[in-house]
């Protein structure tokens, strides 16, 4: 089991920018993909971004194509979230989440962070 702790949400105007950061406490974060969900009141929790154990490869929701960008850094067993141009209805509590199997589709993951809201208001 991964642990996993989101820092980085917040109150943000639109066009706005925030980078979400998730600490693994795991021993061999590499193996793991990883993914940003986020669920906005009265709607299902969609996954937003996932990446694999190296960086190379990576998917987007297509609303955020173009206006987040996923990363991670091993050495460090953290995955990022910079999210620009935010919109209002970006608005959510934004979930980490960590699986070991290698497809980056929203299936399987099984260890999950608290939550962070993110609220983009004027």
């Known amino acids: 089991q991964v642990q996993l702790v989101e820092s980085g949400g917040g109150l943000v105007q639109p066009g706005g920018s925030l980078r979400l950061a998730c600490l693994a406490s795991?021993?061999?974060?590499?193996?793991?993909?990883m993914g940003w969900f986020r669920q906005a009141p009265g709607k299902q929790r969609e996954l937003v971004a996932a990446i694999s154990w190296n960086g190379t490869n990576v998917y987007y929701e297509d609303s955020v194509k173009g206006r987040f960008t996923i990363s991670r850094d091993n050495a460090k067993n953290t995955v990022y979230l910079q999210m620009n141009s935010l919109k209002p209805e970006d608005t959510a509590v934004y979930y980490c989440?960590?699986?070991?199997?290698?497809?980056?589709?929203?299936?399987?993951?099984?260890?999950w962070g608290q939550g962070t809201q993110v609220t983009v208001s004027s």
């Open positions: 795991v021993r061999t974060f590499s193996n793991y993909v």
């Open positions: 989440a960590a699986k070991r199997h290698s497809s980056l589709t929203p299936a399987d993951f099984g260890s």
